[in-house]
């Protein structure tokens, strides 16, 4: 077994074993008291993830925007937004954070733009067939007078997926393609004019510093030749079929390797895909050496608390990427779902099982994402229906609540809202009183708090020779409870309802009292050989 090496050629890419820390800035902190977070919050707590322990951080899109999907539509994608502190802002984080050894990765949205970028501007007023219109994916509608969208495709938060528009001369006109919300048209990445933006937006941030990019819809940007009809458009929210002509076509993968021919002129850098793809084949491609480095994998997030959906998910994981050769990645929330205390039943239970599979999580080969409050073991927050202001609310009709229940600011300390976040009491989203007791401030102090768990869990995997290489092999354990192996490390995870007789050796870490030689149900260890 191989112990973590300084060689400048393997540093190249830490990636390969880093723990990422999401950081969602609205909800980071706020330091200029308007009530969502900003850059110099994340300056400010720089501490917080040194005292985690993480080597990196994913900012979600920090970029100028009217903030319809908060951020995920960009009007302006080389300038960072006011509401964030501008550019000055991002730079100090950048000083702040490389100081401390800590990487800054960005988020990139090369799908789509905001309707309120220029291009987006021009495309209207040039009217159909300009150069303009070429740059989104304009088209005239179906039926008479063109009154029918292009074809049958819904946008993935809802309602249709086209919108149509009012020519120059006031007439209604062609319509335009979004997947997501009318706000964030399409770009057509058959126009080269769309390669040469995106190449400037890489160099503009590299040159800057920055360490590389989470790529937003990863295996969006092409559709299907032809834009054909789907055949099932049933699809939840958020939730891409493989075989669903909006995603995952081939020529995406022209658009993956001209990133990476860009990032290999900054060596240390790395591209991080949002793939939503389960085809282990066709998810592997993305990998491939000229693709993605690293690609999120979505399986863990979908698997329930059970032990052969979890054995079933970390295998299907590293199956995929063992096809090309690839790193893993692990990541059990985003802001995009469910919290995983919600997702494993809240209260109590939610948070057990929460801190056994972040055992489980950390214990894997691979990277790992976490998502800013995971570590507090924040839950999902059931917000009133006024309070809600998550794009996917209004286009589903109101019968998607949507993603800002996990997504409700941080509590850093005191004993009510909004517990050091602000101070505005006026935050953009409610914090609720009973997070009193989840407070950063509350969980430092206290040896036996998630916050602390998770720290060990980080300093643990850091330190010891088992996490430094690939190697993994699953044991032999009873039913509702898995066990694998990394070198002389062993993890278990009870997940059924009676205690799990642990084998002899050294507990480093438990996610709950073992002392009685028995792992609880709703559990998980980390054991080393006698
Ligand atoms: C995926 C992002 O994670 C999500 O938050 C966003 O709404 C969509 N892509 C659209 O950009």
């Given at each position: 077994m191989s112990a973590p090496t300084d060689d400048p050629a393997n540093d190249a890419r830490w990636w390969r074993r880093a723990v990422f820390y999401q950081v969602y800035p609205r909800s980071f902190c706020d330091t200029d008291g308007d009530g969502v977070g900003d850059l110099d919050g994340v300056t400010a707590h720089l501490d917080h993830l040194e005292y985690l322990g993480v080597e990196a951080i994913w900012l979600d899109p920090v970029m100028v925007s009217p903030m319809v999907d908060h951020g995920y539509d960009v009007a302006d994608p080389r300038d960072v937004d006011p509401l964030f502190g501008g550019m000055a802002a991002l730079d100090r984080l950048l000083d702040a954070a490389h100081a401390r050894g800590i990487r800054v990765t960005m988020d990139?949205?090369?799908?789509?733009?905001?309707?309120?970028?220029?291009?987006?501007?021009?495309?209207?007023?040039?009217?159909?067939?300009?150069?303009?219109?070429?740059?989104?994916?304009?088209?005239?509608?179906?039926?008479?007078?063109?009154?029918?969208?292009?074809?049958?495709?819904?946008?993935?938060?809802?309602?249709?997926?086209?919108?149509?528009?009012?020519?120059?001369?006031?007439?209604?006109?062609?319509?335009?393609?979004?997947?997501?919300?009318?706000?964030?048209?399409?770009?057509?990445?058959?126009?080269?004019?769309?390669?040469?933006?995106?190449?400037?937006?890489?160099?503009?941030?590299?040159?800057?510093?920055?360490?590389?990019?989470?790529?937003?819809?990863?295996h969006g940007m092409t559709k299907a030749p032809g834009l054909p009809d789907m055949a099932v458009t049933d699809t939840r929210l958020l939730a891409d079929l493989d075989d669903d002509p909006r995603f995952n076509n081939e020529?995406?993968?022209?658009?993956?390797?001209?990133?990476?021919?860009?990032?290999?002129?900054?060596?240390?850098?790395?591209?991080?895909?949002?793939?939503?793809?389960?085809?282990?084949?066709?998810?592997?491609?993305?990998?491939?050496?000229?693709?993605?480095?690293?690609?999120?994998?979505f399986r863990l997030v979908r698997a329930e608390?059970?032990?052969?959906?979890?054995?079933?998910?970390?295998?299907?994981?590293?199956?995929?990427?063992?096809?090309?050769?690839?790193?893993?990645?692990?990541?059990?929330?985003?802001?995009?779902?469910?919290?995983?205390?919600?997702?494993?039943?809240?209260?109590?239970?939610?948070?057990?099982?929460?801190?056994?599979?972040?055992?489980?999580?950390?214990?894997?080969?691979?990277?790992?994402?976490?998502?800013?409050?995971?570590?507090?073991?924040?839950?999902?927050?059931?917000?009133?229906?006024?309070?809600?202001?998550?794009p996917v609310w209004e286009r589903?009709?109101?019968?998607?609540?949507?993603?800002?229940?996990?997504?409700?600011?941080?509590?850093?300390?005191?004993?009510?809202?909004?517990?050091?976040?602000?101070?505005?009491?006026?935050?953009?989203?409610?914090?609720?009183?009973?997070?009193?007791?989840?407070t950063v401030q509350r969980q430092r102090a206290d040896p036996g708090s998630m916050l602390n768990f998770y720290r060990r869990a980080v300093a643990i995997r850091r330190d010891r020779a088992e996490f430094a290489d690939a190697d993994f092999g699953w044991l032999e354990t009873p039913p509702d409870t898995l066990g694998f192996r990394r070198g002389s490390l062993t993890c278990l995870l009870n997940a059924g309802s009676r205690p799990l007789p642990l084998p002899a050796g050294e507990v480093l870490l438990a996610s709950s009292d073992v002392t009685d030689g028995q792992l609880p149900p709703d559990a998980a260890v980390w054991l080393v050989a006698p």
């Open positions: 990139l949205v090369p799908n789509h733009t905001s309707s309120a970028h220029p291009w987006f501007s021009a495309a209207l007023a040039a009217g159909p067939g300009s150069a303009e219109r070429a740059r989104y994916i304009f088209r005239d509608g179906r039926g008479p007078g063109g009154s029918e969208p292009p074809n049958n495709w819904p946008s993935v938060f809802g309602g249709p997926a086209w919108t149509r528009v009012t020519e120059p001369d006031g007439r209604p006109g062609q319509w335009y393609l979004h997947l997501f919300d009318a706000a964030q048209p399409d770009l057509n990445w058959d126009n080269p004019e769309v390669f040469e933006d995106l190449e400037q937006t890489l160099r503009f941030w590299l040159d800057r510093g920055v360490d590389g990019f989470r790529i937003d819809v990863a020529s995406v993968h022209e658009v993956h390797r001209f990133i990476r021919r860009v990032l290999d002129d900054y060596p240390g850098t790395v591209a991080v895909g949002e793939v939503w793809v389960y085809d282990n084949v066709q998810f592997a491609a993305y990998l491939r050496h000229d693709e993605l480095h690293l690609g999120f994998n608390f059970d032990a052969a959906e979890i054995r079933d998910a970390i295998d299907n994981s590293l199956a995929a990427v063992a096809l090309e050769g690839a790193t893993p990645t692990w990541t059990l929330s985003n802001h995009d779902v469910d919290r995983e205390v919600t997702r494993y039943g809240g209260g109590a239970v939610g948070l057990a099982r929460a801190r056994a599979m972040a055992l489980v999580m950390f214990a894997l080969p691979g990277a790992v994402f976490v998502y800013n409050g995971a570590e507090l073991g924040l839950p999902n927050v059931e917000l009133p229906d006024e309070a809600l202001q998550d589903s009709g109101h019968t998607e609540r949507g993603r800002d229940g996990c997504q409700v600011p941080m509590p850093w300390c005191g004993d009510a809202p909004p517990f050091g976040f602000s101070s505005s009491p006026d935050t953009w989203l409610p914090m609720p009183p009973q997070w009193a007791e989840l």
